[in-house]
């Protein structure tokens, strides 16, 4: 079977997946592709940042760099992400996963008090992704699993961030959906990172998988 977008049966789909740092997006997505993958589908695992030049710098300079130019290097990194990496696996049918996208980039820069309708004119020509998954828990469910894991950089590190981060999360998942995003939202406080899978997996057969016949 081949997932395919209701506006185009000639390519795969674009699935995103973002959520809080801590709430297991990572976990869930390598957990999905093995589903996916099981289920008989082509699929390929990204990130952003990305492994490109552009995302090597956001990783480099996200400690240093703030506010509007940070936020313009991210959303380079996409504009680049999607041309040189997302774009050609999708186009030859495959299912691409990312883990962080638009949504990561209307929520992290936020924290350093960057206008929500910039962030939002900065990714406008970035490609819809057919189905954006958001991950939602607790600000303490998310703070703990966290400290578990370890913090990666200084937006994890500021005191109540988990706090913040959901705050920001709620907004971007409104202003999404009223703008017209397929949006599915995962609630992670209890459930195992498998059960999310299997709960996004079969969103995307419901949805995607073409009529028989
Ligand atoms: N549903 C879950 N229940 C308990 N622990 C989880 C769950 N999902 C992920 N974890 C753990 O939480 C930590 C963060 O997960 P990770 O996938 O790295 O999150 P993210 O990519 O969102 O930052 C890891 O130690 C992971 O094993
Ligand atoms: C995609 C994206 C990520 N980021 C940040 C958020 C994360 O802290 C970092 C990604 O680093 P990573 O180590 O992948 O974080 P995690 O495993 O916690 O998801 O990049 C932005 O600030 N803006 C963006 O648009």
Known sequence: MSL?????????????????????????????????????EEVHVTAEPS???????CRELT??????????????????????????NTEVGRVVLTDRYIPSGLVMQRFDGVD???????????????????????????????????????????PGSSHAESHFYRQVTERLIQAGYDVLRVDVNKRPPEQSAALIRDRLLTFFAPAAG
């Open 4 to 40: 395919r977008p209701f506006s185009d049966h000639q390519r795969g789909l674009f699935v995103s997946v973002d959520g809080p740092s801590g709430a297991g997006k990572s976990t869930i997505v390598q957990c999905l592709a093995q589903l996916l993958a099981a289920a008989g």
């Open 51 to 57: 492994t490109g030049p552009i995302g090597a710098l």
């Open 63 to 88: 400690e240093t760099t703030i506010g509007h130019a940070l936020a313009c290097l991210y959303a380079a990194d996409r504009y680049h992400h999607l041309e040189a990496e997302v774009r050609p």
């Open 116 to 158: 929500p309708a910039f962030l939002w004119g900065l990714n406008a020509e970035a490609d819809r992704p057919d189905l954006a998954v958001i991950l939602e828990a607790d600000p303490e469910v998310i703070s703990e699993r966290l400290q578990e894991r370890g913090p990666h950089n200084r937006f994890q590190l500021s």
